[in-house]
Nanobody
Framework: QLQLVESGGGLVQPGGSLRLSCAAS????????ISWFRQAPGKEREGVSCISSSGGRTSYADSVKGRFTISRDNAKNTVYLQMNSLKPEDTAVYYCAAARAPLPGLCVLSQPTYFGSWGQGTQVTVSS
C-alpha cells in the first residue's frame, strides 16, 4: 500500500523558516517524481515545487522561487521542502504527491491530476 506522510508544518512568524518532510512507505521513491502542492482556504490547489526521480531537475512556482528549496534523499525514502523567508501568503495546507516517472528528468509542477498518491497534508501558518 502506497503511503505518503507529510510532517514539519506549524506556526511561524513572517521571515521564519520551516522544513517539510514527505516520507514514503510501501514503495521506494527512486522512480517517482514528487511535487509539493498547497491549498489555502477558498483557493485552488497550486503547485509549489517538483523534483524529478533522479533529483537532477527541480522547478518552482514564481511565488516561492529563491525562498523554497526541494530535495530528496532516496536512501531515506523522503523528500524535503525547505521554506525560508516565509510570508503570510504562504499560509496553507501543504501536500506532497507522487507519480511513477516515465523519464528520470520529468518534473510536473502544476498538474494535480497527474499524481495518484497524496499525503494527508500538513498545515503551515505564517503569522505574527
Amino acid at each position: 500500500q502506497l503511503q505518503l506522510v507529510e510532517s514539519g508544518g506549524g506556526l511561524v512568524q513572517p521571515g521564519g523558516s520551516l522544513r517539510l518532510s514527505c516520507a514514503a512507505s510501501g514503495f521506494t521513491l527512486d522512480h517517482y517524481v514528487i511535487s509539493w502542492f498547497r491549498q489555502a482556504p477558498g483557493k485552488e490547489r497550486e503547485g509549489v515545487s517538483c523534483i524529478s526521480s533522479s533529483g537532477g531537475r527541480t522547478s518552482y512556482a514564481d511565488s516561492v522561487k529563491g525562498r523554497f528549496t526541494i530535495s530528496r534523499d532516496n536512501a531515506k525514502n523522503t523528500v524535503y521542502l525547505q521554506m525560508n523567508s516565509l510570508k503570510p501568503e504562504d499560509t496553507a495546507v501543504y501536500y506532497c504527491a507522487a507519480a511513477r516517472a516515465p523519464l528520470p528528468g520529468l518534473c510536473v509542477l502544476s498538474q494535480p491530476t497527474y499524481f495518484g498518491s497524496w499525503g494527508q497534508g500538513t498545515q503551515v501558518t505564517v503569522s505574527s
